[in-house]
């Protein structure tokens, strides 16, 4: 995934000021800064949920946002792009079987069978396979957050974003959602863009630190580099505020 100049506006105020971003396969980018800085701005945009007023986006080598449009190539690679959100959005009504199977049955056209066997598979990915007939409301959240993330990845994604997925939860729990994310790395080469305020998760689960500060990408560094040997003064403000 790679995107150019990415401008985006609402109600006048300029959210995204020229933004560019790489991502590659394998590593998590964990992308921090303050609140309305432009992060979860950025992931929208790359999911498809809303167009930038200018810019460009690239995936797979394939230009599917440009000259303020998405491109006929934005289809062929859409189901390769999965997000996750804080909250879950999980049906309450449907079980977990239900959940991951009704996107992939109406986009994909799975059979039922086939279906269920990339449920169980994905559900086995993030350690949630004994739940597979639960409810929603059955599951703590950090299950209910496997789920989710089971679910994005029943549409076979190439690129996963992950919006402020543990900032409700327990530090334990967060972890195990780590794992989740780190194994998916590993085994499946899935890149992962990470937005969160949690610096002590950052720290942990970052290939690449990308620090957002007024619609702009100000430093794009390493971990340590980015936590140990800040020389950004808004990177180092930042983080000394919201440390561990």
Same mark, same amino acid.
């Given at each position: 995934?790679?995107?150019?100049?990415?401008?985006?506006?609402?109600?006048?105020?300029?959210?995204?000021?020229?933004?560019?971003?790489?991502?590659?396969?394998?590593?998590?980018?964990?992308?921090?800064?303050?609140?309305?800085?432009?992060?979860?701005?950025?992931?929208?945009?790359?999911?498809?949920?809303?167009?930038?007023?200018?810019?460009?986006?690239?995936?797979?080598?394939?230009?599917?946002?440009?000259?303020?449009?998405?491109?006929?190539?934005?289809?062929?690679?859409?189901?390769?792009?999965?997000?996750?959100?804080?909250?879950?959005?999980?049906?309450?009504?449907?079980?977990?079987?239900?959940?991951?199977?009704?996107?992939?049955?109406?986009?994909?056209?799975?059979?039922?069978?086939?279906?269920?066997?990339?449920?169980?598979?994905?559900?086995?990915?993030?350690?949630?396979?004994?739940?597979?007939?639960?409810?929603?409301?059955?599951?703590?959240?950090?299950?209910?957050?496997?789920?989710?993330?089971?679910?994005?990845?029943?549409?076979?994604?190439?690129?996963?974003?992950?919006? !402020? #997925?543990?900032?409700?939860?327990? =530090?334990?729990? $967060?972890? &195990?959602?780590? %794992?989740?994310?780190?194994?998916? +790395?590993?085994?499946?080469?899935?890149?992962?863009?990470?937005?969160?305020?949690?610096?002590?998760?950052?720290?942990?689960?970052?290939?690449?630190?990308?620090?957002?500060?007024?619609? !702009? #990408?100000?430093?794009?560094?390493? =971990?340590?580099? $980015?936590? &140990?040997?800040? %020389?950004?003064?808004?990177?180092? +403000?930042?983080?000394?505020?919201?440390?561990?």
């Amino acid at each position: 995934m790679a995107a150019r100049g990415l401008e985006k506006s609402f109600h006048g105020r300029l959210i995204l000021k020229g933004v560019d971003f790489d991502m590659q396969a394998g590593d998590i980018t964990v992308i921090i800064g303050k609140s309305g800085s432009g992060k979860s701005t950025l992931l929208r945009a790359l999911a498809g949920l809303t167009d930038p007023d200018d810019g460009q986006i690239a995936f797979d080598g394939k230009i599917v946002f440009a000259e303020k449009k998405r491109t006929r190539e934005w289809n062929t690679v859409r189901s390769e792009v999965g997000m996750v959100f804080q909250s879950y959005t999980l049906w309450p009504h449907m079980n977990v079987l239900e959940n991951l199977t009704l996107a992939p049955k109406k986009k994909l056209g799975l059979k039922p069978a086939e279906a269920r066997d990339r449920a169980e598979a994905a559900l086995a990915e993030v350690g949630m396979a004994q739940h597979i007939l639960s409810r929603p409301t059955q599951l703590s959240g950090g299950e209910r957050q496997r789920v989710a993330i089971a679910r994005a990845l029943m549409m076979k994604p190439k690129l996963l974003l992950c919006d !402020e #997925i543990t900032s409700a939860l327990d =530090p334990p729990v $967060a972890a &195990e959602v780590l %794992d989740v994310l780190r194994r998916l +790395k590993e085994e499946e080469g899935i890149a992962v863009a990470l937005v969160t305020h949690d610096m002590a998760f950052a720290s942990k689960a970052a290939d690449r630190v990308v620090f957002f500060h007024n619609g !702009e #990408i100000a430093v794009n560094t390493t =971990p340590e580099n $980015a936590f &140990e040997n800040c %020389d950004n003064p808004d990177l180092k +403000k930042f983080v000394d505020a919201v440390r561990f």
